[in-house]
């Protein structure tokens, strides 16, 4: 070997040392940095979510018939009523000197059809003069009658028996026939009425598990099963109405908002995926600092979590997130 070789030759070690330092280097820390997860082990939940509010399972929303001023309100919230029994009068003074008038006015036709009645049977009036008497005093009670009625409108009932949950309006008022009075129910059983979308409720069943979540109560989960299922749904919200039973001890009041979780599906030691690694019914693994696509087989699908059936194993190391752009055979690294 030449003097002049020799000279060079720690030179090229050099080189060659640093260039393999730097393919190793960047095979162990180059590429697109990610998060990883593993499978783990859990309950899988797949529930159907829609929002509710806590009412009667028997209660009435209690209106005036005709509009009037409240002149007297006869009972307080929490009072047991009967049905029939009165709530509140509105002002009907008006009523009463209407009725008044025509019954002066009854009388007077009343006694003019006797006289004329008396005269005819005396040959001294025609008969058709009795007829008109006898028609007038009809037509003024059947006046009467309607005056009467629209009186008793004027008192606002209890339609069922019940509590008086709740009461708006003062005396003084002006109260219109689409104000809301009072509300009358009875305090148990109470229900949860929930909107659910169309689109979900085929898959929704009397008797199903329901998770329960309410400001009131934020450290609680409660627990109650659905009940009913409207037959018929809403056309324009697209939604269809599902009332959920709740337990006679449940700590939830009237006229609260809840969330609600209906549960379709549940299983015990699933293996669980963070919803954001599937692309499309595929997950991206590591293999040698490679990203690879990989089909799997899913169970139970729930909001933040799936379930892998098959696909994948334990040691697999999975992309948490795929990052925009990230596709099968780049260069990755774990976080």
Known sequence: MSRRILSRLPALLLLLALAGGGAWAWQQGGGTEVETVRLRQGPAVEAIYATGTVEPEKWARIAPVMPGRIAEILVREGDRVREGQPLAR???REARAKIAELEAK???WREEMERAASLANSGIRPRESAQKSRSEYEQ?????????????DLMVTAPIDGIVLRRDGEIGELAEIKDALFWVGAPKP???TAEVDEEDIARVHVGQKVLIKADAFIDRVLEARVDRITPKGDPINKTFRVRVILPDDSPLLIGMTTEINIIVAERTGAQLLPATALLDGKVMTIENGEARLRPVTLGI????????ASGLGPDDVVVAAPPPGLKAGD????K
Request: aromatic share 2%; no cysteine; proline share 0%.
């Open 301 to 308: 699908r729930g909001r933040t979590v799936v379930e892998i």
């Open 190 to 192: 109470l229900r949860i």
């Open 106 to 108: 009854a009388a007077y």
């Open 90 to 92: 509105l002002d009907d």
């Open 331 to 334: 260069r990755v690294r774990a």
């Open 140 to 152: 003024v009670v059947a006046t009467i009658n309607a005056a009467r009625q629209r009186r008793s």
